[in-house]
């Protein structure tokens, strides 16, 4: 049984048609279905997507078998979803678990960002600020599919990872990793952690993510 309906696929199909411009390179990393409950969903939705229009290239890697590519990549968990631009270079922009519910969106503005190389957010100032960032950043968001305003929280960190490759930008979903999101003391969503060294809950304007980030890499 397909996951997205035809009424969406329709659209998604003009929405591709109107603003992928280079092909972008998915890749998930999945576990045997014992250890990973959402892995054969995750596939399926990037299946699905894949076959809306031929810019998207779909890879599967299996965390264990392809320990090589999954090191390569520094996957921890699955299932992980990977974004590589035209030329086959990493973007640093993960999902850890199924892009579902409100950040199925997140996965649509993702590819569309890849494809044109038009980040969703940032002004001309911010973006050079982002850029000027030297030291290795790591942020975390964690998620839960049903939350409205954690899609806004992922793209502006995937936005960074993608204008920067000093950074590397996670969306996490925290009930399909219990464990990592009781270590991190989640409790509400979206809730973003830079470096390990600084978090702040909800969706934060631009300008204040901007700060946070600079901040935590020590650039301001």
Known sequence: MPLINEKDVKYLKK????????????????????????????????????AVDSKIEFYVYHVKKDREVAEMYKIEMAPAVVFLNKNGEDTRIRFYGIPSGHEFSSLIQDIITVSSGKPAFFNEDQIEKIRSIKSPVKIRVFVTPTCPYCPK??????????????I?????????????????????????????????????PENMFLQELLKAAGEN
């Open 15 to 50: 929405v591709f048609s109107e603003q992928l411009v280079d092909s972008v390179k998915i890749l998930i990393f999945v576990d045997d279905a014992s250890e990973c409950e959402y892995c054969d969903l995750t596939k399926q939705v990037l299946e699905e997507l894949s």
């Open 153 to 166: 929280a992922v793209l502006m960190a995937h936005n960074a990872a993608f204008i920067n490759p000093n």
């Open 168 to 204: 590397t930008a996670e969306m996490i979903e925290a009930n399909e990793f219990p464990e990592l999101s009781m270590n991190y003391g989640v409790s509400s969503v979206p809730h973003t952690f830079i470096n390990d060294q600084r978090d702040f809950v909800g969706a934060y």
